[in-house]
């Protein structure tokens, strides 16, 4: 911990500790608003917490500070600040709440394994100190996870009858903050957060906080989700919303963007959309339920195959399949990849080649900006037929796939330099056609599994082989 202990006395009226974790945002956050119910003082405090921000890529890194710099401008508006701290969460919550004398705090529950001891030992430490300690299960979801269950267990494994379930549950009300009082207390100055953006290196465009994440909802919101069920899969359209990131770092309310979407947006295009939330949901609860999920199967499957030449082509999107390469080769330029292209690599690596889901969810973890424990596992289990797919042994064919999803090659030109001159569909699909000659002049590999029409075969014995969606 870097700073010193505040020299101010503690203010007469106790204050509440809302922490932030990943709920950085003002609008509709549960957490902010209790405790800074009935004028209450509050000390909003975020603790950069060490054992996350070592390991944390550059982009990400940038994405958080600029998201709590945005939270920081947005509480000086209500009258407030962001108190910064860094180190021990648990030690320096406990830290705050002695400087101001705050008889209680609040938190965001979550679902990972770490959040979850942190939880843990927070509420340990406070009932030591005779402080309350609130924990808000509807912040980062729409509904809480374990809030619906079915009868006799505590988490839904498949989604359809968890999604009807859903669907049903009322909204809960919109959070609100208008003013807010913060006693004096030391923090870190935003020159500390400046020098980790520079660690931090830029990966794709989109800038971190609650203020870029509200006005891409809102242009997302009026001008494209009405297209969304019809468009959603197309790889070259890139039309889904993005709002990812936003979501992760709880920059923006998922219960907001359903309440929005339905109320101003109905039909098709938002009934869709809300639906991808639910799966966002959906995994929530199970990762509430079962942590070890980040890293066990939960259907144990045979063996994975040893590859680690063929890992490597797939990470560097090199595998000789274009619709692949194209994938994994956006996910390196911008931190970022389609849905659509997330279950064709996935699919590929998993089932094509037989290798661990856990390599490849680490390698999607390295990259992505919006790597979430939850939805980044779960996804993969659900792929590689570990998880709760109920059609576990499905293979996506990345050929079929690239016909029905880049009819016109559009995505893999533009993500794979080395095709952009192939105007020819098929070509563009299986340069492989043309010739070895041709295609080792355009500097592109042969694939490194035998493709044809209806099958992916693992060659040299390797991987699952088999025809696919
Ligand atoms: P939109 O299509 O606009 O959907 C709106 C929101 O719904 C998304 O922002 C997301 O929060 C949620 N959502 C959409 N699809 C899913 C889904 N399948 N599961 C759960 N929530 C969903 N999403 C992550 O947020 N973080 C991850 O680390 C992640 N890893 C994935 C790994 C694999 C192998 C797969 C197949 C999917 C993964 N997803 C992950 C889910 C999904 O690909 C992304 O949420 C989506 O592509 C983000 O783009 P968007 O915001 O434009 O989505």
Known sequence: MSTTASASSPTAAPSAV???TRDLRVHDNPVLTAGAAGGRPVVPLFVLDDAITARIPGGRLRFLVE???DLDEALRKLGGRLVLRSGD???EVCQVVGEVGADRVHVATDVTAYAQERERRLAAELDALGVEFHRHDQVHTVQAPGEIRPGDRDYFSVFTPYWRRWAEVPLRAPAAVRKLRVPPVDGLEPADLERLVKAGEPV????????????LAQRWLSRTVDEYEGIHDDLSADATSHLSPYLHFGCLSATELVARATRDHPGAGADAFIRQLCWRDFHHQVLAARPDAAHEDLRPRGEWAEDPQALEAWTEGRTGIPIVDAGMRQLIAEGWMHNRARLITASFLSKSLGIDWRAGAAHFA???LDADVAN????????AGTGMD????????PLRQAARYDPAGEYVRRYLPELEGLTDVAEAHQPWRLGEQARDRLGYPAPIVSVDGAK???VKGKGAAGAGA
């Not at 794709?204 to 006005?215: C, D, F, N, S, Y």
């Not at 980044?376 to 792929?383: D, E, G, H, K, T």
């Not at 109920?390 to 064919?397: G, Q, W």
């Open 89 to 91: 969460v648990v030690a």
């Open 456 to 458: 992916v075969a693992a």
């Open 67 to 69: 998201s709590l710099t």
């Open 376 to 383: 980044n596992a779960l996804n993969w289990q659900w792929v």
């Open 390 to 397: 109920t059609r576990p042994n499905r293979v996506l064919n």
């Open 18 to 20: 809302v922490l932030f």
């Open 366 to 368: 390295r990259h992505l």
């Open 204 to 215: 794709g465009t989109l800038r971190g906080g609650e203020t870029a994440g509200r006005k």
